[in-house]
């Protein structure tokens, strides 16, 4: 699904998460180069090739932003990603919500 921005921000909806859990957004340069499951996709691909997917270009991709979940003593989990569009200014883009399977667990 895909995040909708109103004058009150953005309101991004996860299912499958407890209250509480400790969601954060952070840059995709202070994560690394986690995996994220784009609502069209099968597998999980690296975020970097999905920002590249999207033409994203190479300078802005450690500058976008992710929401993650993130377990204690485990690595981040990327729950969206927000993909700017290249062809204008900041703020011109929209969030992308990573497709959640049958198998999925985010219990914290």
Do not use: M
């Not at 699904?1 to 407890?18: N, Q, R, T, Y």
């Not at 920002?51 to 485990?74: D, F, M, N, Y």
């Amino acid at each position: 699904s895909e995040g909708d921005i109103g004058p009150d921000g953005v309101e991004l909806a996860f299912d499958g998460i407890a209250e509480g859990s400790p969601l954060v957004v952070k840059r995709v340069k202070d994560i690394g180069n986690l995996s994220f499951k784009p609502p069209w996709k099968e597998n999980p691909i690296k975020i970097t090739e999905f920002l590249r997917g999207q033409r994203v270009p190479l300078s802005r991709r450690g500058e976008a932003e992710v929401v993650c979940l993130v377990p204690p003593e485990e690595s981040p989990h990327i729950l969206a990603v927000y993909v700017q569009n290249s062809n204008h200014g900041e703020g011109a883009g929209k969030w992308v919500a990573r497709s959640r399977d049958n198998n999925d667990s985010f219990v914290t």
